[in-house]
Each structure stands twice: as structure tokens, then as C-alpha cells.
């Protein structure tokens, strides 16, 4: 059972649901689009100069999962060097490594060490793939490895937002990975998960994120002067994140969901693994809106049970068993307990 924390995740996902943005910049019938107060001369909203990072750490991303594809015990010592590269590029091991998760106002699992935690599961995969001692191991390290990143790219999206600064702001858009007419970028594994969810799932995701972008965007546009303002208590701005929060976790939610949607005999062991890992990134959030739900997915995706989180194995256990058929998963089970989950997200 995963310990009870305090958390800000009721209160945003209860912010998303009950409170209404106004809607800054868009007209109405008495007045016109409210940009008069926004110096664009100094703040330039979605400048692509403020996510040159973010593109490229998506773009090394995409690389790694094309190179994760190829690998085999017989090539894995040399794709696996090419994916520890990426890696390293961009500074994206030590963004990794220095990630906070900002829904939490507690140290320890979850919040101060969530980099450090995510950074060695995701070193110790390159080093699980570059061994290839099996043809298993260097597809469960290629797995932990680009859905390892994408809950990084989610924690990130949140981390920068929670800053209330217009550079910041910017650099969660990069994260996310949307163009500024709203669509995915090519390289952009949370907004392109979003669409894939919606076609699959019947979900409205990419639009009202996109949405709550301009809506937050036009908050910090009026309510800071320069690039260095922190943004204080501004209801649409809380409103607007707490809603990208929400749909972003939903978006995540449905996948780990298709994992298990999809699972075989013959795939149970890669399918479990991807759930894991992206379900991973709502677990504070589960424990928060259902403990028994939140516990009935744990059980459900670790049946013969969890080794502790700072474990090199944690993701890997019992995996060999799903694998040989020793160990079965009750998918119908888990999905109902997923769902019970997600349906808080609706």
C-alpha cells in the first residue's frame, strides 16, 4: 500500500471541474479582445526561442524509440550506446535527475526525489539493454526507457506551469508538444498519446488543453510585467492549469488502460510493463481520489507483488513469470479499478 501524502492533487482536479474560466482575450458582446495591456515587444507568447530545449529533448525522445524498436541481444550493446546518448543529449538525464513533482508539498516518494527515482530506472535500463542478455531484457529496457521519459515530459509540463512564469510557460507548451494552430508536433509523445486517446476512447483532450494554454497564457500576460514576475493567486490561471493537469492525466490514464485493453498471452509481459510505467505518474493521484481503486490497480498490474520503489527491479518484477504464463493477469479486474480511477478525471 502506498502511503498517504498531503497532496494538491483533490483540490486541482476539484478546480478543474468547478470553476469556469472567463475566458481572457476572447471577445464579448460589450468589449473587444483584451490584449491592450500585453507588451509583445517584450513577451512574446509561445515563442519558439523559449522551447528550443524542450523540442529538442522531444526530438531525442523520438530517436530513442526508433532506435529501441531495432534492438536485439545480437545489436544491443550498440543501439543501447546510441539511446544512452540521446539520453545525455540536451541535458536531458540531468532534467531527469532534477524533476520535481510540484503537485506534492511533502518531501520524499513522489516529490523531491522523483527525478533521482526516474533517472535510475532509466539508467539502469540502458544498462539492462546494453547487456542484452536476453531477447526479454532489451525489450522491457527499451520500454521502461521511452514511457519513462514521457511521464517525465508530464511532470515537466506541470513543473513549468506551477513556476506562474512567462518563460516557463512557454517551456511546459514545449513539453506538451502542440504547434500554435493546436496541433501535435511530430516529435511529441504526450499531445499525440492525447490524440490517439480521443479516437480510441472517445475523449475530448487536445482542444480544451489547448484552449487552457491561451487561457493561462493571457493570466500571466496581464498579471506580470516581465519574464521575471512570478504570478500570484490568479483563479484563471489555476483554473486553466488545473484543467491541462487533469486532461494531461486522463490522457496518460487511457494509455496505461489501451496497455491492458490490448493484452495477450503472447504480449502480457511488454503490455504490463508500458501500463506500469505510465500509470505510474497517477498513482499519487489515484491514492488521493480512491485508495481502494488506487491499490486494486496495483495489485492488479503487480500480482505477485511490489519490491520496494528504489529497487533497480521495480518496474521488471514478476515480469518473467507474466512472461512464461506462470503468473496470469486478471485484465478484467484491473481495468474495472482503472476505471474507477479515470472516472474522476471525466
Given amino acids: 500500500m502506498i502511503k498517504r501524502r498531503k497532496q494538491h492533487w483533490i483540490l486541482a482536479a476539484l478546480a478543474s471541474l468547478l470553476m469556469v474560466s472567463t475566458g481572457c482575450g476572447e471577445a464579448t458582446e460589450d468589449d473587444g479582445p483584451n490584449t491592450e495591456v500585453v507588451d509583445y515587444s517584450e513577451f512574446r507568447p509561445f515563442d519558439e526561442q523559449n522551447m528550443t530545449n524542450q523540442i529538442a529533448r522531444l526530438e531525442s525522445h523520438a530517436e530513442i524509440v526508433t532506435l529501441r524498436k531495432t534492438a536485439t541481444p545480437e545489436n544491443a550493446a550498440e543501439i543501447y550506446a546510441q539511446i544512452e546518448a540521446f539520453y545525455e543529449?540536451?541535458?536531458l538525464n540531468q532534467k531527469v535527475a532534477g524533476r520535481t513533482d510540484d503537485h506534492l508539498d511533502t518531501h520524499g516518494w513522489g516529490h523531491e526525489n522523483v527525478g533521482a527515482f526516474w533517472d535510475g530506472q532509466i539508467t539502469n535500463a540502458i544498462a539492462m539493454g546494453t547487456a542484452g542478455a536476453t531477447e526479454a531484457d532489451v525489450a522491457w529496457a527499451g520500454q521502461v526507457i521511452d514511457k519513462g521519459l514521457q511521464v517525465f515530459f508530464y511532470y515537466s509540463v506541470y513543473h513549468e506551469l506551477y513556476l506562474k512564469k512567462r518563460k516557463n510557460f512557454d517551456e511546459a507548451f514545449g513539453y506538451f508538444g502542440l504547434n500554435f494552430d493546436g496541433t501535435p508536433r511530430d516529435a511529441a509523445p504526450l499531445a499525440n498519446n492525447a490524440v490517439a486517446r480521443e479516437a480510441e476512447?472517445?475523449?475530448?483532450?487536445?482542444?480544451?488543453?489547448?484552449?487552457?494554454f491561451i487561457d493561462a497564457r493571457y493570466a500571466l500576460a496581464n498579471g506580470t510585467a516581465s519574464n521575471d514576475d512570478?504570478?500570484?493567486?490568479?483563479?484563471?490561471y489555476d483554473a486553466a492549469m488545473a484543467t491541462i493537469d487533469r486532461l494531461m492525466l486522463s490522457a496518460l490514464g487511457h494509455y496505461a488502460l489501451h496497455e491492458v485493453d490490448v493484452l495477450t498471452a503472447e504480449n502480457a509481459d511488454i503490455k504490463i510493463i508500458e501500463a506500469r510505467?505510465?500509470?505510474d505518474a497517477l498513482a499519487p493521484y489515484a491514492e488521493s481520489v480512491d485508495a481502494e481503486a488506487a491499490q486494486a490497480v496495483l495489485d492488479g498490474l503487480y500480482p505477485d507483488g511490489m519490491v520496494e520503489r528504489d529497487d533497480a527491479n521495480y518496474f521488471y518484477t514478476g515480469l518473467t513469470e507474466i512472461r512464461d504464463g506462470s503468473t496470469t493477469i486478471d485484465t478484467t479486474a484491473l481495468r474495472n479499478a482503472m476505471l474507477d480511477i479515470l472516472e474522476t478525471l471525466e
Fill in 277 to 279: 510505467v505510465i500509470w
Fill in 201 to 212: 476512447y472517445g475523449l475530448t483532450l487536445v482542444t480544451p488543453i489547448f484552449n487552457a
Fill in 89 to 91: 543529449a540536451h541535458s
Fill in 230 to 236: 512570478v504570478l500570484g493567486d490568479d483563479a484563471d
